[in-house]
Nanobody, 119 residues
């Protein structure tokens, strides 16, 4: 069982930055895949970025490339998402999630943190 708690959301102006954190508790392995997702009203949840718990080879959605950075801190049991040059279309509830390998579905989810980007 893995428990996830997001923090760091808030209100920011266009062009600003935010750093989201996800506190991870429970047993994890290097091959677990950690992901950041987001969902805005009326839209489906979409992946923003993902990374193995080991920290190798991150993946970014096209909207996140060049602006967001996903990282893990195994010593602190934390998953982070550094977001810069934020745009109003980044406004959403952001969730962290875990799947127990590349062939598995994301089974564990946090409660989400709201990010609002004002124009």
């Amino acid at each position: 069982q893995v428990h996830l708690v997001e923090s760091g959301g808030g209100l920011v102006q266009t062009g600003g930055s935010l750093r989201l954190s996800c506190a991870v508790s429970g047993r994890t392995f290097d091959y677990y895949i950690m992901g950041w997702f987001r969902q805005s009203p009326g839209k489906e949840r979409e992946i923003v970025a993902r990374i193995p718990w080991s920290g190798d080879t991150p993946y970014y959605s096209d909207s996140a490339k060049g602006r967001f950075t996903i990282s893990t801190d195994n010593a602190k049991n934390t998953l982070c998402l550094q977001m810069s040059n934020l745009k109003p279309e980044d406004t959403a509830v952001y969730y962290c999630a875990v799947r127990e390998g590349p062939q598995n579905l994301y089974r564990f989810w946090g409660q989400g943190t709201q990010v609002t980007v004002s124009s």
